[in-house]
């Protein structure tokens, strides 16, 4: 299944062990707090309970979000890339 993992997390460290946390899963960063990937269900549930182990009382939000076949279909996208950051 297709998923979207969005964060809103104030605390720096935080928000970049979540985001190398996310790669681990092999999640591609579409925005800065955005990653989209493919996960089974065992792997979503394992990386929503580590997520919200990291997350713990600290200051944030964490939505993973299955993205099912139409909405990834009908997914637009528009790309002007502007350096490393795209990545």
Same mark, same amino acid.
């Given at each position: 299944?297709?998923?979207?993992?969005?964060?809103?997390?104030?605390?720096?460290?935080?928000?970049?062990?979540?985001?190398?946390?996310?790669?681990?899963?092999?999640?591609?960063?579409?925005?800065?707090?955005?990653?989209?990937?493919?996960?089974?269900?065992?792997?979503?549930?394992?990386?929503?309970?580590?997520?919200?182990?990291?997350?713990?009382?600290?200051?944030?939000?964490? *939505?993973?979000?299955?993205?099912?076949?139409?909405?990834?279909?009908?997914?637009?996208?528009? *790309?002007?890339?502007?350096?490393? *950051?795209?990545?």
């Amino acid at each position: 299944m297709m998923v979207m993992v969005l964060y809103d997390i104030v605390a720096d460290p935080l928000r970049v062990a979540i985001a190398s946390l996310c790669k681990d899963y092999a999640l591609k960063r579409i925005q800065y707090s955005v990653f989209v990937g493919r996960l089974s269900n065992n792997r979503r549930d394992e990386l929503a309970l580590v997520l919200a182990e990291m997350l713990g009382s600290s200051p944030g939000r964490i *939505h993973i979000i299955p993205l099912h076949g139409q909405t990834v279909s009908d997914m637009q996208v528009f *790309h002007n890339p502007w350096g490393k *950051h795209d990545e």
